[in-house]
């Protein structure tokens, strides 16, 4: 999704144009996030062990156990069987000179988990980014790509990228994505000349990646990204309405982009019976009700799911590399509302003013429920069933599908959105070791692949960093398990007990307890709530 701009811009949004000022006026209004206090968070540890623990280590390879993992530093240094399985756990296992021992019998553990679609930065849904950095965490996310994190020049985003670094805020790792003609000293991106320069611009500055909205003209849009193939930044584009005419995800493929986020472009390249997607005479791309419901038609305008057309796009873009961002989850209101409306976290867990931004309303981007039916839901679930056969043949074909979350927008909240989006691609017919795979090394290589060197993290391994995830449970056998609310079933004796939730998430080598993040969570619900927000 876009930024939310209000007033004279927000026809700009719409369309897929960015508008800086207004961004960075939203920018300026943010508060700081707070240093990382005492007793948030503890390491890390000279030597850490994880004692007892079932595997998944994010390579697709299954679950295997039981293990010791040995953390020094914020590196993983080894893994040793721990026991046979079905007898009790070897007695007195080195190493005996640990600071640091978690007791992981019956846990799993994964590696940290990899947004690679997120937004943080909007006073109005949330004055303060360390809301949605700890929802992340609290639900297993230790890296995220913000596509981009802040509006405006991102100077903010910058400089949490820099304090989680360093490990003086609470957040996850964090890499930038700055939109293409951000607030720079060069003007307007008017040309391919323009266009270079900002990427070097965007290099020089510490992004680690470019934005597109396909708004710009083609020759801009090539020259782009081009040029940041050249330079090492990574290229995302969200290939909205406005500009899929000149650049869909074909053409996108073609000029040498890495990602296609959403579903824009790719159904525009797949069409059967024109060049262009046919819309209503009266339709309206400024109205945010009619975009939603018109791009949903798209399902019955492309060619046969499955067929040559089919199969020949899948395969070029496999041919080039591009790796596809689905982010199912964000669009999942507009096949169920109340779904989503009333999901188990919100009164908890979302804060007052992101509620607000969430309710129907025309000027909020994403919010256009002022007049959803029935059978525009049905329209939704239909479209579903190719946009999601897409996303599994490509993956069965060798495609890289990453899991992104687009927090902040259609009742999707911060790490529930995160925890949604793995669900969904396992509807699209994933395995649970393929969502795993792709929210862990899939998602690190997406990231570090434009850097042209190995991700530091996203497997576990010796030598690796150490981000990880450890649960309460089996997940493979249940997703439902890593939400921060956890699921109902009922227990041994038959009554009713809620399970799951992530025990631990360890950044860096760093043990969050997940529970005391969501307990902070909850607090800045009810002191907004109680300020009258």
């Known amino acids: 999704m876009q930024l939310k701009i209000l007033g004279a811009v927000a026809a700009l949004a719409l369309a897929g144009a960015f508008a800086p000022q207004a961004a960075l006026a939203q920018e300026e209004r943010m508060q700081r996030v707070p240093d990382r206090r005492p007793g948030e968070g503890a390491g890390p540890f000279r030597k850490l062990v994880i004692r007892g623990a079932m595997l998944i280590d994010g390579s697709g390879g299954p679950a295997k156990g039981p293990v010791d993992i040995v953390v020094e530093g914020n590196r993983i240094a080894a893994i040793m069987g721990a026991g046979t399985p079905g007898l009790p756990l070897s007695p ?34 949330a004055p ?35 304090r989680s670094a360093a490990n003086t805020i609470v957040a996850p790792r964090l890499f930038n994505y700055a939109v293409l003609g951000d607030v720079w000293n060069g003007g307007s991106i008017n040309s391919p000349e323009q266009a270079r320069a900002w990427v070097r611009w965007a290099k020089s500055a510490g992004h680690d990646g470019m934005k597109i909205f396909n708004s710009e ?31 869909n995800a074909r053409t996108a493929g073609e000029f040498g982009l890495g990602t296609v986020t959403h579903f ?38 492309i060619v046969e799911p499955g067929g040559p057309e089919w199969k020949a796009y899948l395969d070029a873009q496999l041919a080039r590399g591009v790796i596809f961002n689905p982010t199912l989850n964000i669009y999942s209101a507009g096949r169920d509302v109340m779904r989503a409306r009333n999901a188990d976290w919100h009164v908890k867990y979302t804060l007052p003013s992101l509620n607000a931004f969430f309710q129907p309303s025309r000027v909020n981007h994403g919010s256009y429920w002022y007049d959803w039916t029935t059978e525009k839901e049905i329209s939704w679930r239909r479209f579903y069933v190719p946009y999601m056969r897409l996303m599994n043949d490509y993956k ?26 793995m669900e969904m691609l396992q509807e699209a017919g994933f395995t649970p070791l393929e969502v795993i795979r792709a929210a862990t090394s899939h998602g690190a290589y997406e990231i570090y692949r434009p850097k042209g060197i190995a991700a530091p993290f996203g497997t576990v391994r010796a030598g690796m960093l150490a981000d990880l995830v450890i649960v309460p449970g089996n997940p493979l056998h249940n997703l439902k398990l890593l939400y921060g609310t956890g699921f109902e079933k009922l227990d041994a004796n038959g009554k009713v007990e809620r399970v799951g939730g992530v025990k631990y998430t360890i950044k860096d080598g760093i043990v969050y307890d997940a529970h005391a993040l969501l307990a902070d969570v909850a607090a800045m619900v009810e002191a907004q709530k109680a300020a009258g927000r």
């Open 396 to 421: 069965n074909i060798g495609g890289i599908v990453t899991v992104g979350s687009d927090p902040g927008y259609i009742y999707q909240t911060w790490g529930f959105s995160y925890i949604q989006e």
């Open 264 to 301: 824009y472009g790719h159904f525009e390249s797949l069409l059967k019976d024109g060049s262009i997607p046919r819309y209503p005479a009266d339709y309206n791309m400024f109205d945010e009700q009619d975009r939603f419901y018109e791009i949903s038609k798209l399902a019955d305008q």
């Open 217 to 247: 003209p083609r020759a801009v849009t090539a020259a782009a990204l081009d040029e940041a193939r050249k330079v090492g930044l990574g290229t995302v584009a969200h290939l909205g309405q406005g500009g899929v005419a000149e650049v």
């Open 128 to 162: 303060n980014a360390t809301y949605g950095y700890k929802l992340w965490l609290a639900h297993g996310v230790t890296a995220v790509r913000g596509v981009g994190l802040y509006g405006g020049p991102n100077n903010q985003a910058l400089t949490d990228k820099q």
């Open 92 to 125: 007195n296992r080195a190493p005996r000179d640990f600071d640091h021992e978690i007791d992981a019998t019956g846990m799993y553990v994964m590696p940290g988990f990899v947004d690679t679609h997120g937004h943080n930065g909007d006073p109005d849904k």
